[in-house]
C-alpha cells in the first residue's frame, strides 16, 4: 500500500456551526495515485487518534461525499464544514478534528463492493482543524456610560474569547476573559453620546455573536441655576441629564456622604473616587442634599452653599454599643456634624475619645476602642468640643504637639482652639498627625497643659466654578466597582459660587 500523503489545512479552525469552506493541501505528491481526482476523492472530520485507512461503511462523524468536494488540483481540494461535525461546549483538545481524504470509488462507503482509501491526511502531528464553541452574550452590565467612558463592562455568555474581534457601538474593545469563557471585563472606550449600541463579538476561529441594543452614552448634564451666593443658605437647582430612575437617591441627607448610593456633588474639578490613603483622591466639597428624580431625565436638589447645610451638632445623649471603634445606636442618630464630638460616658471610654467618621445614620467610628466592648445598650454623652492635657507649644511657633490623647484629626481642620500660651481666636489650620497640628496663630509662649478644642464652625462652600456630579454609588473607590456610574464634564455641567 502507498504511504498516505501529510496534509495540512487551512484555515486550522472555524465555528461549531460549520458551513464555512477549508482546504487541504499536500506540498509534494509521492506517489500519483494518492491525487485528488474531482468526483472521486471524498472527505471525513474524524476526532480518533488517527485517520482510518479504509472505510467500508459510514463514519460516525459527517463525511462530504466527492460531488460536494472541490478538486482545485492534484494536491490541493476544498469542501465546506458540515455542521454535523461540530460539538457543543468550550474550546479543548476534544474539538480538534483529523481530516481525512479518501480515495472513494462510491457515493458513501459501502456503496461499491471497493472500500474508500486513505490517501490525504491532516493529523495532530501535522495539524488538526480546531472546533471553537459558537459564542453567546446573555447579558452586560451596566447599561449606560458617560460620553467619557470608564468604569468596567462586565459580560456574561458562553464560549467568550479574547481572541478575534470585540466592538462596542463600533468602537474596537479588548476584554480579560475567564477560564471557563463564560465571563468578560471590558473597559468601558469613550464614545459619542447615542445609543442603545450593539455590542459584537466575533472569534478569530469563526462565530459571532451580538447583544443589540446593549448600550447607552448618556450626554453630560445640564444644571439651573448654574450660579448662587455663598452667603445664601439653600439655593434648588434642577438637574437634566439620563438614567437618574435606575439610581437610589435615598441617602443623600447628607449623613452619609459618602455611601454606596447615589449622590450629586459639588466638585472642584474632576471628581475622582480612586482611594489614597484613606479617603478619595479629588473628593466632592459639598453634597447636593435630598435629592428628588422627578423623571429619569430631571432631578432636583438644595445646596447649602453657606456651611453644607449643618454645623456641629451641640451636646446628647445616645443609647449604644461598642464594638472595637464602632459605636452603634439603637436608632438613626447621626450625621457629618457629629464627626469630632467628643464621646463620653462609662469609665471604659477612653478619655479624649471622639467620632472620626460616620459609617451610616446607626453607626461612627471612634478615634479609640474603648477597654472593653459595651456588649448592652449604654448612654453616651456627645459633646461638641474636647479637652486633652498632654500638649506642649512652643513660642513663636504655630506647631501643636500631643503625646497622644488630642488624636487629630482631619475633621479638626478650622475649629477653634484654646489653653495656655494660645492667642485668642486661634483656630486648628492643619493637621499633620494624631500627634501633630498647625495652629492659625504662633503661640505667645513656651506652654504645655490642658487645651480645648471647640466645636467646628459653619464652614461656608469657597468661591470658584465647580462641576455638579452625579453618581450611583457615593463609596471610596465606587469606581472599581462593575456598576458604576458617573456624569461626564460638560458646559452645562459647570456650577459657579459667587459673594453676592
Known sequence: MAAVEVATVSPSSGPSAG???????????????????????????????????????????????????????????????????????????????????????????????????LIGKAEAGG????????????????????????????????????????SLGGTTVTPTVNGAFTLATVAIPAHAAGGPFALVHTKSEGGTATYPAAFTYAAGLNVTPNTASNTRTRTDVSVTGTNFSSINFTTSTGKTPDDANGHVYLVKGNYDPAKTGLVKANPQTTECLNVMPISDSELLCSLYLAGGGYSMSTARTVSATVTGTTLTAALGAFGPADVGMLVTGPTTITAGTFITSIIDPTKVMLSKAPTAAIATATNIVLSPSRTFADATLTASSTALTSGGTAAFAASDVGRPISGTGIPAGTTISAVGSATGATLSQAATASASGTYVIGAAPLIEVPTGVYTVTVVNSGAVDAQNTPAYQRSVINSGSTFTVAEF
Open 19 to 117: 458551513g464555512n469552506t477549508v482546504t487541504l493541501s499536500v506540498a509534494t505528491l509521492s506517489d500519483p495515485a494518492q491525487s485528488f481526482i474531482q468526483g472521486s476523492t471524498a472527505v471525513t472530520l474524524e476526532s480518533a487518534a488517527t485517520c482510518s485507512t479504509s472505510l467500508t461503511a459510514a463514519p460516525s462523524f459527517p463525511l462530504v461525499a466527492p460531488a460536494a468536494v472541490t478538486v482545485v488540483s492534484a494536491t490541493k481540494l476544498a469542501f465546506t464544514v458540515p455542521s454535523g461535525a461540530t460539538t457543543t461546549g468550550g474550546i479543548s483538545a476534544a474539538n480538534d478534528y483529523n481530516v481525512c481524504a479518501y480515495s472513494a470509488p462510491g457515493a458513501v462507503p459501502g456503496a461499491s463492493t471497493a472500500a474508500w482509501t
Open 127 to 166: 495539524g488538526t482543524y480546531h472546533v471553537g464553541a459558537t459564542p453567546t452574550i446573555t447579558g452586560i452590565t451596566p447599561r449606560a456610560a458617560g460620553t467619557q467612558g470608564g468604569g468596567t463592562l462586565i459580560i456574561s455568555g458562553t464560549g467568550l474569547d479574547s481572541s478575534g474581534t470585540w
